[in-house]
């Protein structure tokens, strides 16, 4: 905008970018900031879904990771205490920084409790706002997931050689374990059920059987879902022992979605998740417990290009021959060409053909790579969590749940 001075000659007035994205290559993305003061540096990914902004922010599978929002306009619902993923909301788990595209506006929802800047700022997430997010996808799409410094300065002092330095030296997520980081503390037991509209969550009181879950960085309404269908959540921490775990005589076993390089923690997981096999207890993983059972069966990961992350992705159930809208938060994969005889696949991605479940042929064993709790997302695989239920009961000799109510 133009200004006169008093010879009335013209200057132009700049506004100076308050937070900078900067690049392991190099590129300085410049923009407002919001949330924390400070940097981060991490991965840099995208995310698709129209919705679930806080959801997506708490689920610390994206510890490690800077999230670039697609959709334009992000914290108009403001943020509520009930809407966050991780277990320990002190210990502040998930992404570490976070891409807008327009400003944050004031919430305007029943539900809202704060704003999303003053939410940002609480749990140390720094933010950015007011760049061309359709460029930065294109970018990942094209180069991959970039590592990168984001950093966040009110008066918009910035030692840009020292953040490229950071940037371009970190190592990233190939080899890191950040399971170990967001897991549980000890172990607890879950009772919170589902959310109704206009009641709130409930509560577990006469469960009908035992679930253990190995906590890599499991996410709330995965615990929500199983309770409501009545187990009594048993929560341990990521490096608890197979001996540890069969001594609290479980009908069943979860391994939890989580961060990081599956075969960094498959160190001590896969060894554990091994011996569970060998018992007959039903198993079911998602996400980073897919990666790592298909580790223990004898099968491979690899880091993704781009990754999958969103709440409108196309997978196909071979068991059924349906095709789902899934929750996506991925970076790394099984790869499907070295599972061994005896393992199945029985979902695949409609977007890339990656493998997104398996199998174990004739056990009650198996996982996929979405979130089918569906927070955020659609509730389409919500079938997932009767069909492990129906194994327990199908072990007990009790009938089987429909697996679509």
């Known amino acids: 905008m133009a200004t006169m001075t ?15 994205l900067v690049l392991a290559d190099g590129t300085v993305i410049e923009g407002r900031g919001l949330g924390a003061t400070g940097s981060a540096v991490a991965e840099v990914c995208f995310n698709t879904a129209l919705t679930g902004y806080q959801e997506i922010l ?6 490690g990771q800077i999230v670039t929002f697609t959709f334009p306009h992000i914290g108009n619902i403001g943020t509520n205490d009930e809407d966050i993923e991780d277990l320990n909301p002190v210990a502040r788990a998930g992404a570490v920084g976070a891409v807008f595209k327009a400003d944050v506006t004031n919430p305007s929802s029943y539900r809202a409790a ?3 800047d003053q939410w940002l700022k609480k749990r140390s997430i720094v933010a950015l706002s007011g760049i061309d997010t359709r460029a930065l996808t294109a970018l990942i799409r094209e180069k991959g997931m970039p590592n ?8 918009g002092m910035f030692d840009i050689d020292e953040l490229k330095r950071r940037a371009a030296a970190w190592s990233g997520l190939i080899g890191l374990d950040l399971a170990k980081d967001v897991t549980s503390g000890q172990s607890s037991v879950w009772r919170e059920t589902p959310w109704v509209w206009d009641e709130g969550f409930g509560e577990q009181i006469d469960p009908s059987m035992h679930v253990v879950a190995i906590d890599y960085g499991v996410k709330r309404n995965i615990l929500r879902l199983l309770a409501g269908l009545g187990a009594k959540v ?8 197979a001996e540890e775990i069969l001594a609290m005589r479980p009908d069943g076993i979860f391994l939890s979605n989580g961060p990081g390089d599956p075969e960094a923690t498959g160190d001590y997981a896969v060894p554990v ?7 007959d207890i039903p198993v079911f993983g998602i996400c980073l417990g897919h990666q790592m059972l298909a580790l223990a069966l004898g099968g491979k990961t690899a880091k993704m290009h781009q990754g999958h992350h969103g709440a409108n992705h196309p997978v196909k159930d071979h068991t059924t021959g349906k095709v789902e809208i899934v929750s996506m938060n991925h970076g790394f994969a099984v790869d499907a060409g070295s599972l061994p005889t005896g393992v199945e696949e029985t979902h695949v991605s409609l977007f890339d053909g990656s493998n997104c479940g398996i199998t174990l042929t004739g056990r009650p064993v198996f996982s996929v790579q979405h979130h089918p709790e569906a927070s955020p997302g659609p509730q389409d695989s919500h079938y997932l969590f009767r069909r492990f239920v129906n194994l327990i009961r199908e072990k007990r000799g009790e009938p089987a749940l429909a697996e679509r109510a």
């Open 6 to 20: 008093a010879a009335s000659t013209p200057t132009w007035a700049t506004e100076k970018p308050t937070a900078l």
């Open 58 to 63: 708490t689920d610390p599978s994206y510890a």
């Open 114 to 116: 704060s704003g999303l």
């Open 148 to 155: 990168a410094v984001i950093a966040h300065a009110p008066d």
């Open 234 to 241: 048993t929560v341990v921490p990521a490096n608890t022992g």
């Open 273 to 279: 998740i091994r011996d569970l096999l060998k018992t």
